[in-house]
């Protein structure tokens, strides 16, 4: 082509070429300071719906996990209170033993149905007291245990309130009984006997309910972690490659200028033909 003060080819494809540099330098750059290759859907449209797909998985599994903790810290409560529970119940069977001993006097054994009465009244206040996050599961028609355990919140682990108050299905003991008569000694040691065993039954259900919430937290913490890994693979930048590419970028923009500002220069050229 011939010389033209229109028309500076070379001075048009050189900025071509620089403009391209400085998309590419951009783009690394923005990888550089997200540490993300696909941050937005302009850079990669099908990526970043699986990503933010995956992301939203993430999230609900977050959800699962604080459901989990809430039923956890719950069902933590209602141990602790069946447990407490059932060591009453062990000392007033003790109490109830010692008062069907038809030697006993009759002040010793009325002291013995004081302290019975104590342990009786504390059972109702540990149960009442057996709340967390306005769950109690150990009260006279208390609430079941739940937690979701998937992210569409679909599906969830249920342990079933048991009932530990006094004269209900596992405690037969009555708010007022007492054992200060032989006879009613001796009942009272037949009832906390089955009383025991059936809240040791208890127990070993909300046992079995904490292992499965345990196991159920770890298996939605390692599912969490392994898709944020997935995630990871499918939008983070190597930033060891892009801190290369930097280096190269920063080198062709000054070349490109370079270019460019020699490019700019070759229309005065056409000056020395008029000398």
């Known amino acids: 082509m011939g010389f033209s003060v ?3 080819a070379s001075a048009f494809l050189a900025l071509q070429n620089l403009h391209k540099t400085n998309r590419d330098l951009a783009r690394t750059q923005t990888r550089i300071n997200t540490g ?4 937005s859907a302009k850079d990669d449209a099908a990526t970043y719906a699986i990503a933010q797909k995956l992301r939203g998985d993430v999230a609900g599994l977050g959800a699962v996990s604080n459901s989990l903790k809430r039923a956890g810290s719950s069902l933590d409560v209602a141990i602790a209170a069946a447990e407490a529970v059932s060591d009453l119940l062990i000392e007033m069977k003790e109490k109830a033993v010692a008062a069907k001993d038809s030697g006993l006097d009759t002040a010793s054994r009325q002291s013995l149905s004081r302290d019975f009465a104590q342990l009786r009244d504390q059972i109702t206040s ?5 709340e967390f996050n306005g769950v109690n599961a150990v009260k006279a028609n208390g609430r079941d245990i739940s937690a979701i355990t998937d992210p569409t919140a679909s599906k969830s682990l249920n342990i079933a309130a048991q009932d530990l108050s006094l004269g209900g299905a596992n405690v037969s003991i009555s708010a007022g009984q007492t054992i200060d008569t ?3 000694a001796s009942l009272a040691v037949d009832q906390l006997t089955t009383a025991i065993d059936n809240v040791n039954a208890s127990l070993s259900t909300l046992g079995a ?5 345990e196991i159920q937290q770890s298996f939605v913490a390692k599912l969490s972690d392994t898709i944020e890994i997935g995630i990871g693979n499918l939008v983070d930048a190597d930033l060891a490659k892009e801190a290369a590419n930097l280096q190269a970028l920063q080198v062709k923009q000054q070349l490109g200028l370079q270019a460019l500002s020699i490019a700019n ?5 056409i000056l020395t033909l008029f000398r």
């Open 6 to 8: 229109n028309t500076n």
């Open 36 to 39: 993300l290759k696909v941050s």
């Open 126 to 130: 540990i149960i009442e007291n057996a």
């Open 182 to 184: 032989v006879a009613f």
């Open 209 to 213: 309910g904490a292992k499965r919430l």
């Open 265 to 269: 220069q070759s229309p005065s050229a």
